[in-house]
């Protein structure tokens, strides 16, 4: 026990021991140094004794910012396991340190500080032993029932717009279609990883059938799609809502940095994205020349373009027997709904989470360190009507999972991944929460370091 910063004025190496232990029975009554040595001696124990009551200013680090005290404290009742000492400048220094803060964390903190970057302490094999089986298994039947649901629901709202046609009435309608819209888009995505069914045929029909009714071309969007899953994390070779570089931040215009970084204009980027990709990379989604492909799949890249094409001119046919405004009301509205659901979701999937997460370079990427950068989102509602597309930290790693084990295989590997698992804020019915979170990331969010294997957004 350090008795040093009860004395009036710090006791300094050069005084004499003797000394000490007079200035320090004065300020103990009830005990004399005539007690402390014939108790010392073995032949009278140390009489129970008792600092008096302190009130007022007394330091609070020993030597300098002030507390009060109002309690007291018997030196018997006190576990004292060494002899008493006098602080040695070390001693008092290391005091210093840990009440100024110095050492930011304790020792127990220092233990449990979790860093995101760290090399997990498992591997995928073990994460995909902690999935049970029957989560691997596609059921087409039960993934076309989805189908069935959502072309009917579509249709039926549609039918039902019309026969009211009160404008009243048409916002609702916008909003419900576009969701509709989104999540047609979430089951050809099932489609475009495999997930729907295990026949390659089925699901490049359905694929097609889905993603071209809504101008998406399927398979020039799957295979951008499969390398954002490849290369999830890696600054240069991940493929959407990647980090720019410093470099080529700095070098945007201002119309590029508004739509990029200016709320509302980035929830409606990607039917630009799908022609012309991000900043820093070239190539189209409809160009089967483009270096998003290889020779092996412009065939694939034809066909979808060719689909979206026949969409496109099946839209202008109804346009002219319908009038261009109803065919606005009736699927140009919900279209763009549908485009901010997509950009908004998939940018919450990598972004905006509290804690910086780290992006990789070089050796220290890998593909389980990239998908654990991602984060599960909870959308209240809308978690059945899009399909569950928020537990993506296991869809990432696992993309062969269908939507309707997603909770479940998410639930069996969450012991596995420990605090690289992000749990979700949960949501009220519908997710208002979420705005908050994507404007504050959208200004925070914008660049990392042209150098090093490891970095962090900046703005």
């Not at 006791?11 to 000394?19: A, D, G, M, N, W």
């Not at 990598?350 to 360190?369: I, V």
Request: net charge neutral; aromatic share 14%; with cysteine.
């Amino acid at each position: 026990m350090l008795l040093s910063p009860l004395l009036p004025n710090q006791v300094t190496c050069q005084e004499p021991l003797s000394f000490f232990f007079l200035r320090t029975f004065e300020l103990l009554p009830g005990i004399s140094m005539e007690s402390f040595l014939i108790s010392k001696s073995g032949l009278k124990p140390l009489p129970r004794i008792c600092i008096r009551p302190i009130t007022g200013l007394v330091p609070r680090n020993y030597f300098s910012k002030p507390r009060f005290l109002h309690t007291s404290k018997c030196f018997s009742d006190l576990k004292v396991t060494t002899p008493l000492k006098v602080a040695s400048v070390e001693e008092d220094e290391e005091i210093n340190e840990r009440m100024h803060g110095i050492n930011k964390l304790g020792e127990q903190e220092q233990e449990t500080r979790f860093d995101p970057a760290a090399p997990p302490p498992f591997n995928l094999a073990d994460v995909r032993a902690s999935i049970p089986q029957h989560c691997w298994v596609k059921d087409p039947w039960k993934s076309m029932s989805y189908v069935v649901r959502d072309v009917a629901l579509v249709l039926s709202l549609a039918a039902a717009v019309v026969y009211v046609n009160n404008w009243l009435v048409w916002p609702l309608y916008w909003v419900a279609q576009g969701t509709m819209f989104w999540a047609l888009f979430v089951l050809g995505h099932d489609c475009g990883h495999g997930s729907f069914s295990n026949n390659p045929k089925l699901n490049s029909l359905v694929g097609h059938l889905l993603h071209s009714s809504i101008l998406v071309p399927y398979h020039g969007w799957r295979i951008s799609h499969r390398i954002h899953h490849q290369n999830q994390g890696h600054v240069e070779n991940d493929e959407s809502w990647h980090p720019l570089t410093e470099k080529i931040y700095m070098n945007l215009d201002n119309n590029e940095l508004t739509w990029l970084f200016k709320f509302p204009f980035p929830l409606l980027v990607y039917p630009f994205y799908l022609w012309g990709r991000s900043p820093g990379k070239t190539g189209s989604h409809f160009d089967p020349n483009s270096e998003l492909f290889v020779p092996s799949e412009r065939k694939d890249v034809i066909t979808s373009s060719l689909c979206w094409t026949a969409m496109a001119a099946i839209l202008v046919g109804l346009g002219f027997t319908m009038g261009l405004m109803l065919l606005l009301k009736l699927y140009g509205v919900p279209y763009w709904i549908f485009v901010i659901w997509l950009d908004f979701v998939t940018y919450m999937h990598h972004h905006g989470h509290q804690d910086k997460l780290p992006w990789y370079r070089g050796k220290e990427w890998s593909y389980l360190r990239g998908g654990l950068t991602t984060l599960d989102r909870d959308y209240g509602w809308m978690n059945n009507i899009h399909h569950d597309i928020g537990t993506h930290v296991i869809h990432h790693l696992f993309p062969q999972i269908p939507h309707y084990r997603l909770i479940e295989a998410t639930k069996a590997a969450k012991p596995v991944l420990g605090k690289y698992y992000r749990e979700p804020e949960r949501s009220r019915p519908l997710p208002f929460h979420l705005i908050g979170v994507f404007i504050r990331s959208l200004k925070e969010d914008h660049y990392v370091s042209d150098t090093g294997d490891v970095v962090y957004y900046q703005n």
